[in-house]
T-cell receptor
């Protein structure tokens, strides 16, 4: 069964460093998303992406964040200058249309020291 | 006003009983409603989605939606210990944005 994959599973970085989290959505899906979940807290929407542009973003998704679909398979989230409070699990998700259910990847645990 | 609210729990039910999970939302323009299950340290796993008022059944799970009351629920029949997890209610708003509730922790006691 097709699934969303994410790499790496765990990323440790120093505060102020740039990180890129990678996702490979399900191949025929057209809508892509990033969420984050701080330990013990709820899943928070970051951004949605369709047709090579951002369709919606949350207040969390400020200028430090960017997304890109550099080729036909990868979908990346970049954090330019990480802060301690960026430590969280980051989930990528994808769906076929905007009305179908979305499927989540296993997540990348980001630890900022 | 919080966008999606759930009872945080923990909700404890004996094995074989019905577990009832509730969720309310604030955006009347919300179009799609999802229930996810999340085990500790894992990603959310879709259980059910519902778009129309009424009930939708899938195996042991029944989702109920009442848009007038801005209320969605999930019933789990014949609860099993493997159902012990956090259940997340998620709402797709009028834009392409999915808002999650804080989750309800369910514990099924053998």
């Amino acid at each position: 069964e097709p699934e969303v994959t994410q790499t790496p599973s765990h990323q440790v970085t120093q505060m102020g460093q740039e990180v890129i989290l990678r996702c490979v959505p399900i191949s025929n899906h057209l809508y892509f998303y990033w969420y984050r979940q701080i330990l013990g807290q709820k899943v928070e929407f970051l951004v949605s992406f369709y047709n090579n542009e951002i369709s919606e973003k949350s207040e969390i998704f400020d200028d430090q964040f960017s997304v890109e679909r550099p080729d036909g398979s990868n979908f990346t989230l970049k954090i330019r200058s990480t802060k301690l409070e960026d430590s969280a699990m980051y989930f990528c998700a994808s769906r076929i249309t905007s009305y179908n259910e979305q499927f989540f990847g296993p997540g990348t645990r980001l630890t900022v020291l | 006003q919080k966008e999606v609210e759930q009872n945080s729990g923990p909700l404890s039910v004996p094995e074989g009983a019905i577990a009832s999970l509730n969720c309310t939302y604030s955006d009347r323009g919300s179009q799609s409603f999802f229930w996810y299950r999340q085990y500790s340290g894992k990603s959310p796993e879709l259980i059910m989605f519902i778009y129309s008022n009424g009930d939708k059944e899938d195996g042991r799970f029944t989702a109920q939606l009442n848009k007038a009351s801005q209320y969605v629920s999930l019933l789990i029949r014949d609860s099993q210990p493997s159902d012990s997890a956090t259940y997340l209610c998620a709402i797709k708003t009028s834009y392409d944005k999915v808002i999650f509730g804080p989750g309800t922790s369910l514990s099924v006691i053998p």
